[in-house]
């Protein structure tokens, strides 16, 4: 396969003012009637009068220059690209395709799923409908007319406004929408299906009034109200917050069971994997309907940061990635607590970001080259992308960034642009240079702080020494320092914030200051100190930074009961927990478990003051792909029972508190989704999985009795998960069975239930993983099934995935194989467990690079699984 460089970018040769479609919509098939207006663009920098276009999978039809059906050598079919080596300044091209969305098992372009047709055109899928410039600097203005037999498809949809429809010979009819806004190809979107609709309306701040309607199948009819009712709120918040209005008459979401992705912000039709739509009480946890809501805001948010102004070409990813995580965070801030929302953000961030910023993958937040773009909708891509937007937020305040945002739609509405327009507009609005901070686009790798401290007792200075390094990275070496915002305080003994003199004159301070970091090496004192502070270090998380300071348990425990900044209260308790956890992997048996860290969580189990959200988070012990992220070397089982140990021994001497909190926070009331609620469900939960954990007798009935009696999905699945992952044999069995049985014919309960088993060390063993891709309700064309086993499998269920002799990883690399042939960007996902092989201790790395090679030695290898498993053995 070939690499594609950002450095060789150029405009495109030629322009499409509009593009008319018009689909037949078969059984075996379907015909694409496409014509484009196209003109040579005066920007190309190329002379020459020769068009490409791209095509993928189709089957050419008929081909016509300004109504002259053309000759087969006054055009060249290459396959991927479709060549006409002579056509005029301005001119009419009329394509006819055939296509199978019956058959396209790769879903992108047009397919179906559950009986109706649908599409996913991002990045590169509308060259599988027909032959087009598929790049998103290319923006047309799209009309589609969609004809389909009007029984089974009675609902027929596409973008922008329905103008016409009507009947036609043999039980068909049609329906034909225009999009009056120039779109990229990657952002059409068609459904044909038997929908039900749920409708709402939403009056906008300019008093139009947009109709809302959700599709879905009759069945899940009653499973839109959250969707409908986050929609509004988020275009309310996005017009209150960025002063953005919707600008369509209406706005369609579709709720589709086969989708490769989360979902797709199609201009006017969303398209939505069910799994991130669709939920009920009974159905959905409270992580599914916050994701939910995240989502349904993301893809909304598009409209502006990704629709109206768009992205010149794929390297630029990030801008509407990174700028829309960035909007989708703030506003779950808003909505429910936002010290929570930044803990699950960050906890993302630093285990799987950093993971991959440190592996075979790395690649900046602007990468400079790819072979499969697929590849590169990366945790780096939106996840530190939104941080590096994040970063410039707090630089600027948010004033000023309101103003830069403005500016940037502003100057670039209608416009295919990069990330450095986006600064751009950020520097001219606030008057910051920005210069260096775009190395943040630039340069892969996390960034690391190695911090020391002295106080000067006789002086009353405290200094902090701070030298910043960014590691080499595949194609990358020798970097440079970064303009880094590094948040801090300093507290007393007593807990109390203390003023941050930086000046020997000074006094009363800031309690808190961002200290801007921008060379190797700084030092920063603080004056007018009685006696040695402590540190809150990169507070709120300012950046996304590693920061090595050499903190005392201490120090941990002070920052976890005393720290004003939640994040940090919290973090603290993470980093205790992980330095108790470290200090037991390869220790001899039987030594000392930290008396001090159960004394921490007996005060947080009973600490009914604090934020009971902040207390439900400070309550999860670091996860082991966090533990194996921060070791050199990782040897899973050991940190696999290192943490178990930690948890038996907390859970042993905590039980009555565990069963008092449990109590405590008991079903009371209506079910309801506000943050204290969650956090109480949260909370007995964890406490319950804690007594499972040590097979507590009483903790089992309480187990069996919520099982039985929940009235809600987080409760009735957080009584299956405890008993799954107990040693209660007999009751896990039934539990399973007695789940399956109630929800067996909802696919996103069955999700569930496949990833409750395959996360488990107790029920998701190799055998038994083996067993569910056998079960009835598997199915390998969903990738949702898929991600729910295999997925799960490889990326939760460590202990079991890296078991000594390497069964897992042949596991793994035989079902990568399998799904290459039909779902290559599923393949290359589930592939990445296996890229880390170096972070391993020898005896693992060895055989998951054997299982790397088993892959590459598959004949007709992707291109997508082709780039991950070349770089990754490089
Ligand atoms: N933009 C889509 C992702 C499409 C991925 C294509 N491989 C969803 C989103 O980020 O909103
Ligand atoms: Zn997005």
């Known amino acids: 396969p070939q690499t594609i460089y950002l450095s060789e970018y150029q405009p495109p040769a030629y322009l499409v003012d509009h593009v008319n479609l018009r689909f037949e919509l078969f059984e075996d098939g379907a015909r694409v009637h496409s014509t484009l207006s196209m003109r040579r663009n005066p920007a190309a920098m190329q002379s020459g009068s020769t068009l490409e276009l791209d095509g993928d999978s189709l089957t050419l039809e008929s081909l016509a220059l300004n109504g002259q059906s053309l000759a087969s050598d006054e055009y060249r079919n290459e396959g991927d690209k479709l060549v006409i080596p002579t056509v005029p300044e301005a001119f009419e091209l009329t394509v006819v395709t055939w296509i199978e969305p019956q058959n396209n098992t790769r879903l992108e372009g047009l397919y179906k799923s559950s009986g109706m ?88 701040c300019s008093g139009r009034n947009i109709d809302l309607r959700i599709y879905v199948e009759a069945r899940n009819a009653r499973k839109c109200d959250y969707a409908m009712d986050a929609l509004k709120r988020s275009m309310r918040w996005d ?68 629709n109206r102004v768009t992205c010149r070409d794929w390297f630029q990813l990030s801008l509407k990635e990174g700028f829309t995580v960035f909007r989708d965070s703030q506003f779950s801030a808003d909505m429910g607590s936002p010290t929570v929302k930044r803990i699950e953000d960050v906890t993302l961030l630093r285990t799987a970001q950093f993971a991959e910023d440190a592996g075979p993958m790395a690649h900046p937040v602007r990468p400079a080259s790819y072979m499969e773009i697929s590849n590169f909708y990366t945790l780096t891509i939106y996840e530190k992308g939104a941080e590096v937007v994040r970063m410039i937020h707090n630089l600027l305040g948010a004033e000023l960034f309101r103003k830069g945002s403005d500016l940037y739609f502003d100057r670039h509405d209608g416009q295919a642009v990069t990330t450095d327009d986006f600064v751009k507009a950020m520097e001219d609005a606030s008057g910051r240079d920005l210069g260096q901070f775009r190395l943040w686009y630039e340069q892969a790798g996390t960034p690391v702080l190695a911090v020391s401290d002295h106080y000067d007792e006789v002086q009353g200075v405290y200094r902090l020494d701070i030298r910043q390094s960014v590691p080499d990275t595949p194609g990358q070496s020798g970097k440079k320092p970064q303009h880094i915002p590094f948040a801090i305080g300093l507290l007393d003994s007593e807990g109390q914030p203390l003023p941050l003199n930086m000046g020997a004159e000074d006094s009363n301070g800031p309690a808190e200051r961002v200290l801007e970091l921008t060379e190797t090496q700084h030092s ?72 001090r860290l159960v004394e921490a969580y007996r005060l947080l189990l009973n600490d009914t003051e604090l934020d009971q959200a902040l207390v439900a988070k400070m309550l999860l012990l670091p996860s082991e792909a966090y533990l194996i992220e921060l070791s050199e070397q990782a040897d899973v089982p050991a940190i696999h029972d290192a943490r178990e140990q930690v948890l038996t021994h907390l859970a042993q001497a905590l ?90 014919d909802d696919p996103q309960v069955v999700e569930l239930w496949f990833s409750v088993q395959a996360s488990s060390d107790r029920a998701g063993q190799l055998p038994q993983i083996q067993a569910l891709l056998e079960h009835p309700a598997f199915d390998w064309k969903n990738p949702n099934k898929v991600r729910s086993v295999v997925g799960v499998f490889a990326g939760q269920n460590l202990a079991a995935f890296h078991k000594p002799g390497g069964s897992g990883y042949r596991f793994l690399a035989d079902q990568v194989c399998r799904l290459d042939d039909s779902n290559p960007q599923i393949a ?45 053995l490089a």
């Open 655 to 744: 039980r009555d508190d565990l069963l008092a909190c449990y109590q405590r926070n008991a079903g009371q009331g209506d079910y309801q989704l506000t943050p204290g609620a969650i956090a109480r469900r949260s909370l007995r939960n964890t406490a319950l999985a804690w007594l499972l954990h040590i097979d507590d007798k009483q903790g089992r009935a309480l187990a069996v009795e919520q099982f039985e009696q929940a009235d809600n999905m987080t409760d009735r699945l957080g009584a299956l998960r405890a008993l799954v992952n107990s040693g209660f044999e007999s009751d896990r069995i039934r539990a399973l069975a007695e789940f399956f049985e109630r929800f067996q």
């Open 239 to 306: 017009e209150e917050v960025y002063g953005r209005e919707y600008d369509l008459d209406i706005f369609m979401i579709v709720a589709v069971d086969d989708f490769n992705m989360g979902a797709m912000e199609n201009k006017g039709l969303n398209i939505f994997n069910s799994s991130c739509v669709l939920a009920s009480q009974d159905t959905a946890t409270d992580a599914a309907f916050q994701r939910i809501e995240a989502i349904v805001a993301h893809e909304y948010f598009h409209n502006w940061s990704g």
């Open 524 to 595: 920063f004192e603080f004056h007018g100190l009685k006696e040695r502070p402590v540190p809150s270090l990169l507070r709120d998380f300012s950046a996304p930074v590693r920061v090595h300071y050499p903190w005392t348990r201490e120090q941990l425990l002070f920052l976890m009961s005393h720290d004003p900044d939640g994040f940090n209260r919290w973090d603290a308790g993470q980093k205790l927990a992980v330095d108790v956890i470290q200090s037991l992997v390869d220790a001899p048996q039987g030594t000392e478990i930290e008396p």
């Open 828 to 872: 290359a996902r589930l592939v990445s467990p296996l890229t880390r092989w170096k972070k391993f201790s020898p005896q693992y790395s060895s055989q998951m690079k054997t299982a790397l090679e088993r892959i590459r030695d598959k004949t007709e290898l992707s291109r997508d699984v082709y780039e991950v498993v070349h770089k990754s």
């Open 117 to 204: 047709f649908c599409t996913q055109c991002e990045a590169e899928g509308f060259r599988c409908i027909t032959y087009y410039p598929d790049r998103p600097d290319v923006m047309a203005r799209f009309q589609t007319r969609v004809e389909a037999d009007k029984s089974a498809y009675p609902v027929l949809l596409s973008n922008g406004n329905p103008v016409e429809q009507g009947d036609l010979e043999n039980g068909r009819h049609f329906v034909t929408w225009e999009d009056p806004f120039p779109k990229p190809a990657y952002l059409f979107a068609l459904v044909a299906g038997d929908l039900v609709e749920k409708r709402d309306t939403f009056t906008t």
